[in-house]
């Protein structure tokens, strides 16, 4: 709902509508790494479909927009990103891991830790998005870092940069959980010339002295009152 009236307020004043969809318009692909010409494997009536097929639908209003009432649009599927000033405990994976790990705290893995995931540091986004707004093509296009790591991968470079004793614990898997999740970039590089920066053991260390200073003034804050 919030896309379209965004897509009617842009009808009416003729402006230019970013609509920041995501890598989950894939559900759990069959196709790896994702192109955008890929159309993705979503389960329509599980657990996480709201948001898989909230977005999808995002995408076909802004489209509609776009070839019936000439609204100019940009769709861009963001892929996982991390970096400073990230909810502490929003229940994304890179914030559990980072913060769990500072709190000593064991690391919490879903199913065997074999599924993988694309993490691009926050910064390499935002110049993906002003490029594209800037740009003359719709997309959609693939916004995110093609290094590739499973959970428990991701949980040793975590360990590296805060704790190396830090422990994984592990739990039953959630329903419909992507098996794999990598971008294809080719389009982004070829026509908007972006291509991320910043590698997770770069970006990752950024994020956890933000992480730690909260996570130390919070603690504080606790044994004040």
């Not at 970039?185 to 972006?194: D, P, R, S, V």
Request: charged share 25%; net charge negative; proline share 6%.
């Amino acid at each position: 709902m919030g896309t379209l009236n965004m897509l009617g307020l842009a009808k009416r004043i003729g402006a230019r509508l970013l609509l920041t969809s995501t890598s989950e318009v894939y559900g759990d692909p069959l196709e790896h790494p994702q192109k955008e010409t890929y159309w993705g494997n979503v389960n329509p009536i599980g657990e996480r479909s709201c948001y898989d097929e909230g977005k999808r639908v995002a995408e076909t209003l802004a489209m509609d927009y776009h070839r019936g009432a000439g609204v100019e649009v940009r769709i861009a599927r963001i892929f996982n990103t991390y970096g400073p000033r990230m909810c502490l405990d929003d229940g994304r994976v890179v914030s559990n891991f980072v913060a769990q790990a500072i709190r000593k705290q064991p690391m919490t893995v879903y199913g065997d830790g074999q599924q993988t995931r694309s993490f691009q540091y926050v910064s390499d986004l935002v110049d993906g998005l002003v490029v594209l707004m800037e740009g003359e093509h719709v997309g959609p296009f693939n916004l995110g870092n093609p290094g590739e790591f499973t959970m428990l991968e991701l949980a040793e470079v975590v360990k590296d940069v805060i704790d190396p004793s830090a422990t994984v614990e592990f739990r039953p898997n959630t329903a419909d959980d992507p098996h794999k999740r990598k971008p294809d970039i080719t389009k982004a590089k070829e026509l908007l010339n972006w291509e991320p920066k910043m590698s997770l053991q770069e970006g990752l260390p950024r994020m956890v002295s933000d992480f730690r200073n909260r996570i130390l003034n919070e603690d504080e804050g606790k044994g004040n009152k």
